[in-house]
């Protein structure tokens, strides 16, 4: 009889485990940062606002002045400077000669006109809109030049105030210069007598009082001093800008506005604000451009334009 060997069946091997995927190299250590280690910025969504940078170096500071006062009154110093030599060089003696300060931009296309004198003085507040750039880069608000409304009816007073007294002696020191020949004949305007007439005048007078308060006064003043600038200098290297930008029209002008400008000064460092002396600005041209328009040629007191 045949023995018939009983074989079980195989067992099957075991299965071999899943495949894993690739993993990637570890990433190589980041370099040191400038700004500190990772953990101390946290992730992007917790940082919040960026900080304030902090007032630059000296030198960098000194840089700012001159970039600020190149794109606006330092240059028109020295424009007014150039049109003041080429007014005394003329063949005709100064009394017979006109600076018109608020003259058409557009003769004879009212609506054109109009719109390129809402143009110029909304671009030519630029250079406060760059100051006030600069001082919140720095950690700083328009305020800490005393720009702004905290003490309207005092400043209104003030304003007011020294606009009477300023603005008066300003007259009459333009006038004298003029009747003795040494002062240019100032056109305070020569606008289309058009509905905007007056309230372009005013949005001059504006911008001029702004530009040159915030620019000139609060702001070179302040950073100044800062520099290490005694305060009486700082006053009047400002009062000297201030005339220099006046001198297109004449000699008269250079020396009133510096005087202007040195009393401007004091009262700043005195009271802190700017915005009195804004105020102060804003009337006195106000006053002298719709007061040129409204008197002009029916007053004997007034040079006819």
């Not at 400038?34 to 946290?42: E, F, M, Q, R, Y």
């Not at 950690?139 to 309207?152: F, H, N, Q």
């Not at 009477?164 to 006038?175: D, F, N, W």
Request: hydrophobic letters at 50%.
């Amino acid at each position: 009889m045949t023995d018939e060997t009983s074989t079980s069946p195989a067992t099957a091997p075991p299965a071999p485990p899943p495949a894993q995927p690739p993993q990637p190299p570890p990433a190589p250590a980041a370099a040191p940062s400038a700004l500190g280690p990772p953990s101390a910025l946290g992730p992007p969504s917790a940082l919040g606002p960026p900080s304030a940078l902090g007032p630059p170096s000296a030198r960098l500071q000194r840089w700012e002045i001159a970039a600020v006062l190149a794109v606006s009154l330092g240059a028109s110093g020295l424009y007014a400077l150039v049109d003041f030599i080429g007014s005394l060089t003329a063949k005709q003696s100064l009394g017979k000669q006109t600076a018109t300060l608020n003259g058409s931009l557009a003769p004879g296309r009212p609506l054109l006109d109009l719109i390129l004198q809402l143009l110029n003085v909304t671009l030519s507040l630029a250079p406060v809109f760059l100051v006030f750039y600069l001082l919140a880069r720095n950690g700083e608000r328009p305020s800490s030049i005393g720009v702004d409304a905290r003490e309207p009816g005092k400043d209104l007073a003030r304003g007011a105030v020294l606009a009477a007294l300023i603005g008066g002696s300003g007259l009459l020191l333009y006038l004298i210069a003029y009747h003795i020949g040494a002062e240019l004949n100032v056109v305070a305007e020569s606008l289309p007598d058009v509905w905007w007439r007056i309230p372009v005048l005013l949005l001059s007078a504006f911008q001029n009082a702004a530009l040159e308060e915030v620019v000139v006064l609060g702001y070179l003043i302040s950073r100044l001093e800062r520099l290490g600038v005694r305060p009486s200098r700082a006053i009047a290297i400002s009062a000297v800008i201030r005339g220099s930008y006046h001198l297109y029209q004449g000699i008269g002008a250079f020396f009133g506005n510096a005087f202007m400008g040195a009393v401007f000064g004091i009262l700043y460092r005195r009271w802190g604000r700017v915005t009195p002396l804004i105020i102060a600005h804003f009337l006195i041209d106000a006053v002298a451009f719709v007061g040129y328009a409204l008197l002009a040629g029916h007053v004997s007191w007034i040079p006819a334009p």
